[in-house]
């Protein structure tokens, strides 16, 4: 494929690189994460490049790898008048997302207790293959969560009032309609909400140790630093619920195209026109997931709570458990920006990407309009995690985007077969990391070998300047869905 | 009937290949495949079983919706199924009647792995070879 280095750490492919571009294909990269890309990801962003009513480039990010439809990283905004919205940009798990927890706690009062508390952790928030959660809706209950996101389980007190304004679109986003979502899909998730899933989905245990706070001010300001500061983080989405309303509408999708007369180069990136009647529903019905998805870290945070104020006989709030931030990187949103001079409404479809909102922008809660939006990246189980903070930047050259993760570059069968899962918990634990999985298999899977350097990942959005790195955050307890 | 996993196709999910001599056996290669994915086998018992009826208008679709179901039903009522008894047939649309059996999930008994979220039609295919039928499908984990 034709990507040429047009600037430093920018890729880009012309329109003329594969019939039917509309745009140009851009992926945000060193040269050494360019070089590691594999090809999927140069077939998949030219793809996206193809859809009708997409603006300016289609982007991915620096973590990118061979998804389906979309490449994991990638990133397209499309005209709301005349665009499409494609499932296959947003991914089978809705809203998807991270949640970054701080404590008062240091890791030479944690360490003692580590084991205690990650096997209690462990068993308090079910993970794994088809699990059920603590909670037992009745089906109008679970249609209000839908609607409320975080505050719909927040007032059955799965959560502290504060909590919804500390979540990316306060744990709500509008326009949610459970009309559009199918029994299936409802039945399928109705139990599982506090429950962590499989596959890259964690909850860590993790420290700030000294030389990894980058930006004083912001940490500061945020509550994480503290050296030696012990912090958690968890990486889950809306389970079966989105899962099942991603298949329903692929489908749907499908059969639409063909009604409205659109081809598309890999059948998962089955769209349709925003405006339309199966684009509205799809979007109604994506946002009932998303807001499932926001109340799921939500219970999954008030057990976290309920477990570190067992094992160390203190209050939550005494311990100083608060959300810093949660952000969503499977998602499509309505959002403005300038295209060609023009401010646009244009819905941006973020798959494996993360919002990167810069300070004082609009739809930032009163607690981040000063410095702006927490970006939360995670790593790989044995090689820690990043928080940043959004810029202006993003908002000129990704779509208020940036990276979500550290993206893999080998495949799970390929990673199983170079390591056993008990070899990789021993070393983990030779290097004070203490594990509890639900599937050994799942943890050879996993390892850090089979990622991207983080911070690489992190190294390159800083470059690029679309975020901006606040606090570097290494593991010592893991749970592994 | 067989099925084997691919090793560098869409690497951070999971791809298959499996064939059959009838459509019968590649969609149960599919099943078992899909099944493998989440749990060995080995300690799966057929000891609850399921009645499944779909209709698509089309082998593909049919192929989808059936692997869809049994993903359905590992999140609805916690089941996982390792036997199969499927016919196929062509009336106005293509119908497919099964019979599976499993058993509900456990940890304790089963040795479990992956969560399977999706079946995708990234790579999609379904085909007649010499030999009979072979599918290949990519699963979201």
């Keep these: 494929m034709d990507f040429k280095k047009i600037a430093d750490g920018i890729w880009e492919a012309p329109p003329t690189a594969k019939k039917g571009m509309l745009v140009p294909a851009r992926i945000y990269a060193t040269d050494e994460l360019f070089k590691e890309m594999d090809q999927g990801v140069f077939e998949q962003v030219t793809n996206v490049a193809c859809l009708p009513g997409i603006q300016k480039y289609a982007l991915c990010m620096p973590d990118g790898h061979w998804g389906y439809g979309f490449p994991i ?14 499932p296959g940009g947003i991914g089978f798990d809705i809203n998807c997302g991270m ?69 990316e679109n306060s744990g709500c986003i509008p326009g949610a309609d459970p009309a559009k979502v199918s029994a299936k899909a409802t039945s399928r998730g109705i139990n599982q909400l506090g429950t962590l899933g499989s596959g890259n989905h964690y909850l860590e245990i993790q ?31 809306s389970r079966g619920f989105g899962h099942q309303v991603g298949t329903d509408y692929l489908e749907i999708f499908g059969r639409a195209m063909k009604r409205y007369g659109i081809t598309v180069l890999d059948r998962e990136l089955a769209c349709a026109p925003f405006s339309s009647p199966e684009g509205q529903d799809y979007f109604k019905a994506m946002v009932c997931a998303a807001n499932s998805a926001f109340a799921n870290r939500q219970v999954i945070t008030h057990r976290i709570r309920e477990v570190f104020s067992d094992i160390f006989k203190r209050d939550a709030r005494d311990l100083g458990l608060e959300i810093i931030y949660d952000v969503c990187h499977n998602i499509a949103k309505i959002e403005r920006y300038r295209v060609d001079g023009q401010e646009k409404e244009l819905l941006v479809h973020r798959k494996g990407a993360t919002r990167s909102f810069p300070p004082g922008h609009p739809e930032l809660a009163e607690r981040y309009r000063a410095i702006g939006q927490p970006v939360i990246i995670g790593g790989s189980m044995e090689t820690g995690s990043y928080l940043l903070i959004g810029t202006d930047k993003a908002m000129e050259d990704s779509f208020g985007s940036t990276a979500h993760g550290s993206g893999r570059t080998m495949s799970r069968t390929a990673a199983r077969k170079k390591v056993h899962g008990r070899d990789l918990l021993q070393r983990m634990e030779q290097k004070g990391i203490y594990v509890r999985a639900a599937s050994l298999s799942g943890v050879a899977e996993e390892a850090g070998m089979a990622y991207k350097d983080i911070s690489a990942v992190v190294d390159a959005v800083e470059k690029l300047g679309i975020s901006k790195k606040v606090v570097r955050l290494q593991p010592i307890g893991n749970i592994k869905g | 009937m067989s099925y084997r996993y691919l090793e560098e196709v869409a690497i951070a999910d999971v791809a298959f290949e499996a064939e059959g001599r009838t459509l019968s056996e590649v969609f149960e290669a599919s099943a078992l495949a899909l099944t493998e994915t989440m749990v060995d086998l080995d300690g799966l018992s057929p000891v609850q079983s399921r009645q499944i009826s779909l209709t698509a208008e089309d082998l593909e679709t049919l192929l989808f919706r059936w692997l869809a ?10 089941l996982l199924f390792g036997r199969f008894e499927i016919s196929i047939r062509e009336a106005t649309e293509w119908e497919l009647q099964a019979t599976v059996w499993g058993d509900l999930i456990d940890y304790e008994k089963m040795s479990l792995r992956m969560d399977v979220k999706a079946v995708t039609y990234h790579l999609f295919a379904l085909e007649q070879t010499p030999q009979g039928w072979r599918a290949r499908i990519v699963l979201d984990i």
């Design chain 2, 69 to 78: 179901e049994l993903i359905y039903l590992k999140d609805s009522a916690c």
């Design chain 1, 99 to 167: 949640r970054f927890l701080r404590t008062n706690l240091t890791e030479a009062e944690v360490k003692p207790k580590l084991r205690e508390l990650v096997d209690q952790l462990f068993y308090a928030i079910p993970c794994g293959v088809g699990t059920k959660g603590p909670l037992r809706l009745k089906e109008d209950e679970f249609r209000e969560v839908m609607v409320q996101g975080a505050r719909g389980v927040i007032r059955r007190g799965y959560g502290w009032p504060e909590d919804a304004e500390r979540i």
């Design chain 1, 207 to 237: 420290v700030i140790y000294p030389g990894n706070i980058y930006d004083l001010d912001v940490a500061r300001t945020l509550g994480v630093d503290r050296e030696f500061q012990v912090v958690v983080m968890f990486h889950s989405g």
């Design chain 1, 73 to 86: 990283g990638g990133v397209a905004a499309m005209d709301t008048a005349t665009g499409v919205i494609s």
